[in-house]
């Protein structure tokens, strides 16, 4: 009896823990962002807000250009999402439907893709669009970011498709469906759960990343959210409140994704992880 109730214990416990070193720094952020600045300089930390203020979203709002580098986060993140996964569909039915010769080296090779620190192509890519006269525009953010996204999202639809069953798609081909019309009524309608995973994936890694936009845009009006949240401490300096309250703004978008997609986004990974 021991040992069973020693082995309901640890996980729970272990899961609190774990829970607790995650969710602290958050909410610290979020509260930090609407403490005044005495109580977050004080030296006795504040841990539950009481008296509320809005004036660190006030000057993080009116900073310049904040409006600008919205939009452009916005454009560039939801086009990379939609053109990686209209790519993505067709590759990964083509992947788990069809046999041709190198179809196993093309999956590999999404694995590599997969795994490989885009960092180091950095310079590599500054030069392309350099050449190419794109600097300090938003079409090689979203080229870019729907390329470090696309090997994800085929591999992960690639499952969902494969586990749809063959069926299926043969008895809508046998009422006098074609093949296009077989894949948009019947498989399409079952990848919701994988495309959810897929686009909040995407949606993450395009809305958080760094590295590129600093080296290809330099001008202010072609930047995005990331890149202004790390001058914002150098523009106002110790103001603690308004930076955390940057950093508020732009977790926002994702937890609201994760709000809305977490219980089919977590199922559409663990699917199509095991399945095809």
Request: charged share 15%; hydrophobic share 55%; proline share 5%.
């Amino acid at each position: 009896m021991k040992r069973s109730l020693f082995g309901r214990i640890w996980p729970n416990a272990t899961a609190v823990v774990l829970f607790i070193g995650l969710v602290f720094p958050v909410y610290w952020m979020f509260s930090t962002a609407f403490k005044p600045t005495g109580d977050i300089i004080s030296v006795d930390p504040v841990w539950f807000p009481t008296n509320v203020t809005l004036d660190h979203f006030r000057t993080a709002v009116e900073a310049d250009n904040f409006w600008t580098f919205v939009g452009n986060s916005f454009i560039v993140t939801v086009c990379a999402v939609v053109f990686s996964l209209a790519i993505a569909l067709a590759s990964a039915f083509a992947l788990a439907r069809m046999r041709f010769k190198g179809r196993r080296g093309f999956i590999i090779g999404f694995m590599m893709a997969q795994m490989a620190p885009w960092e180091v192509m950095i310079i590599a890519i500054y030069m392309i669009v350099r050449d190419a006269s794109m600097l300090n525009s938003l079409v090689p953010l979203t080229l870019f970011y729907m390329m470090m996204i696309l090997p994800f999202t085929i591999l992960t639809l690639r499952g969902f498709v494969a586990a749809v069953p063959r069926e299926l798609e043969e008895s809508a081909l046998v009422d006098g469906c074609t093949r296009v019309q077989a894949f948009r009524k019947v498989i399409f309608p079952l990848l919701a759960p994988g495309l959810m995973a897929t686009s909040m994936f995407g949606f993450i890694t395009a809305w958080n990343e760094l590295p590129l936009v600093l080296v290809v845009n330099k001008e202010a009006g072609a930047q995005t959210l990331p890149l202004w949240l790390t001058s914002f401490q150098s523009v106002f300096g110790n103001d603690w409140g308004a930076t955390m309250a940057a950093s508020s703004l732009f977790a926002i978008p994702i937890l609201i994704l994760f709000v809305f997609l977490q219980r089919r986004a977590v199922s559409g990974l663990t699917d199509g992880a095991v399945k095809g």
